[in-house]
Each structure stands twice: as structure tokens, then as C-alpha cells.
T-cell receptor
């Protein structure tokens, strides 16, 4: 079974600054995907970024990037140039995949980190 | 852009009543999921569905829960006799294939009184 741990219940950052959200996971799977989802007050789940475990290069999406440390089972999210609209709950999530990279299983989520961006 | 839709957005029901939560997945998607999020807590997997049958379910998904794909577009979650602890946000998700990410609907907030 997989577990995902987010050890920071809450974080805050000033607008335009950079913040890093932490996530660790535990699994015996050889291949998997990791995700960060954003949940604003509307409670919609929005995919922020995705990382494939077999890719060494860290994923980036505009102001969002990850630091994926496979050996340490760590997957942190860095938000650069923080904006007020980034205020939300952020969830780290894991899904197992087979050797071919396909995954049909369930997502396992961490407890979430509430991020507040201050003007 | 195609999206997953869910109805209703908010459902209030009395304890012991049956509720049906509805989802319309993205049209070419083949795998469907229900997740639950109790207020302030993490998102938890309930059940996955493929080829008209359940492929995996969690411990939460007991005999009070059932899922159905009654036609080519809808995917429903039924709770037969609701309990107070069923109050939560229920998310539907769908995925086209194994290398794609799951797309989430906006959720249905269920309040059991």
C-alpha cells in the first residue's frame, strides 16, 4: 500500500515571492506517477503538475516546478512569483503504474497544505 | 475543453434517506472513479469502474454504496441509507487511458442532517 505525507498543514507567502511545499511518499512500486492538485475555495480539484517516476528530469509548468528525489521518496512543489490566485489547498497524490507506464488505479492523496498568499 | 460534470452541486438529505449523485464523465473516457472528501480532510478513494463493473473499492465503500453506468454517459453513486458521517464532498473523476491523468468534476457537497 502507498502512503503520501504532507507535513506542512499551512504555509504562507508574500505575493511575488517563492514558496516550496513538501511531500514524501512510501511505496514498493517501481513505476508510478506523482501529482500536485490545487483545491481553491470552490473545492474544484485542479491538476497543477505531473511527474513520471521513470523520468529523472523535474517537471515544470510555468511558475510551478517540482523537485523529485526518487531515492528519498520526496516530491516538493515550488511556486515562483506567487500570486493571490495561488491561495488554495494543495494536495500531493500518487498513482502506481506498470512497467509500460500505464496506470488505471486509484489516486492516493496526502493530507493537504493550505497555502495563503498575502498581498 | 471537455470537462467532467456533476449534479447536484449541493444535496441536503435526512439521515436514512437514499441519495443518488450523478456524474457525466468526459465522453471518450473509459475509467471512472468516485472519491470522497470530508470537510478539512484529505481526499479518499471510494471506487473505480471499468467495462461496466467495479475494478477496485475501498473499505469505505460498503454495502450501503453502489455505482452504476445506466447509459452511455452517466455514472452514478448511490447511498442507500445515509448516515451523518456520509456528509462530505463527493468527486467523480474519469480518465481516457492509462497514461493520462484523472480529470475531476466540480464535486457534489452532500449534507446529511
Amino acid at each position: 500500500a502507498q502512503t503520501v505525507t504532507q507535513s506542512q498543514p499551512e504555509m504562507s507567502v508574500q505575493e511575488a515571492e517563492t514558496v516550496t511545499l513538501s511531500c514524501t511518499y512510501d511505496t514498493s512500486e517501481n513505476n508510478y506517477y506523482l501529482f500536485w492538485y490545487k483545491q481553491p475555495p470552490s473545492r474544484q480539484m485542479i491538476l497543477v503538475i505531473r511527474q513520471e517516476a521513470y523520468k529523472q528530469q523535474n517537471a515544470t509548468e510555468n511558475r510551478f516546478s517540482v523537485n523529485f528525489q526518487k531515492a528519498a521518496k520526496s516530491f516538493s512543489l515550488k511556486i515562483s512569483d506567487s500570486q493571490l490566485g495561488d491561495t488554495a489547498m494543495y494536495f500531493c497524490a500518487f498513482i502506481a503504474a506498470n512497467a509500460g507506464g500505464t496506470s488505471y488505479g486509484k489516486l492516493t492523496f496526502g493530507q493537504g497544505t493550505i497555502l495563503t498568499v498575502h498581498p | 475543453e471537455p470537462e467532467v460534470t456533476q449534479t447536484p452541486s449541493h444535496q441536503v438529505t435526512q439521515m436514512g434517506q437514499e441519495v443518488i449523485l450523478r456524474c457525466v464523465p468526459i465522453s471518450n473516457h473509459l475509467y471512472f472513479y468516485w472519491y470522497r472528501q470530508i470537510l478539512g480532510q484529505k481526499v479518499e478513494f471510494l471506487v473505480s469502474f471499468y467495462n461496466n463493473e467495479i475494478s477496485e473499492k475501498s473499505e469505505i465503500f460498503d454495502d450501503q454504496f453502489s455505482v452504476e453506468r445506466p447509459d452511455g454517459s452517466n455514472f452514478t453513486l448511490k447511498i442507500r441509507s445515509t448516515k451523518l458521517e456520509d456528509s462530505a464532498m463527493y468527486f467523480c473523476a474519469s480518465v481516457a487511458g492509462g497514461r493520462d491523468e484523472q480529470y475531476f468534476g466540480p464535486g457534489t457537497r452532500l449534507t446529511v442532517t
